[in-house]
């Protein structure tokens, strides 16, 4: 018999472990560790989103719904993204749910990618991008974005990469793992782009209701989707999921929304990989949306209070960290300690038992960073970024 190993396909023997994988093995069964590594809030999702998911038992919804999802949800998102985003959409036939938005940028770009196709997307990024890409048998490009930079995503850098072969273009404002926030004028002239080329546009929104600054022209807590620029509706792939904002992230409820062509192609795959997502956490998100509005300010208020946390304790410390946008991460600059990150990872984890994860585990970009993920408890926090803090004293002795 041919060795099991000889049987996996290329493409998914090609794909690299996660190097988010890798770092938290050498966390588990260690209690002494704080972690400051996995991108998940810390709160239990309110508790009326829970009930309107037990309520959903006891009446016995427990059956699929459409492929497309429960029509009063997509009535309530269409509802929810004119408000938010400033985008109609229409319920009935241009709105997907999707298991997370994992599945939904699956779904689009198994849905457009063609063998050999390329996609365009900025580095550091959400690690799942580059594997998406290459399962759908497409051809990663990623565009990277700099520390000194504030990690703008340039319209300059994306022209400089479209070639005759370019498909999509697939963006995250704002960013995991930099929390950066794209400027308006620069994510005007990516969208002038993208028209000019033809280009599809991805754009993952997931982190758009944790928004902490002025920063970009953009209005505190006002966030602007790429889909909302002229021109852009009928060429853009909006998704949102309930993951982070309503920390729903064991519910895997996330949404797509495309013009009615794209939306199709998506709900083709869905249909006969997912089905549906499941209905208990569709009952619970329509109540996310019609009354977590006030959850979804108090949690942000507790992050914004965090993120300032963060950046006075690095300011302190002398360790250089670009002040996010939005998102609920950090990624502070620790080149000149002369290791790599996945050294000072390391390092911190062993002699301070606080678990950060190596910048470059989000594309090579990364290098010369760490992500600290700031959504754990205040007083956590705290005593994390103590012991941070005597690590790089003793590293500057
Ligand atoms: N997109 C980004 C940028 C993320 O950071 C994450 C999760 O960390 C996801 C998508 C996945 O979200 P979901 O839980 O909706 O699948």
Redesign the pocket.
Known sequence: MKPLEERIATQVNNLPRSGIRDFFELVLGRDDVISLGV??PDFSAPWHIREAAIYSLEKGHTSYTSNLGLLSLREEIAEYVDQKFEVSYDSKTEILIT???????DLACRALLNPGDEVIYHEP??V?YSPSIAMSFGVAVPVETKVEDEFVLKAEDVAAKITDRTRLLLL?FP???TGAVEPLDELKKIAQLAVDHDLIVIS?E??SELLYGEDSGMKIGHHTSIASLPGMKERTIL?H????AFAM?GF???YSCAPQVLTEAMMKIHQYSMLCAPIMSQNAALEALKNGASEVEKMRKAYARRRNLMLKRFKEMGVPCFAPGG?FYVFPDIRKFGLSSKEFALRLLEEESVAVVPGDAFGAAGQGCVRACYATGYDQLEIALDRIEAFVRRLQS
């Open positions: 991108g998940e298991v997370g938005v994992s599945e939904a940028l990024c959400y799942s995250n960013t995991n793992p993952d997931i982190y998704l999921g309930f993951s982070k992230t895997r409820l996330g998102a």
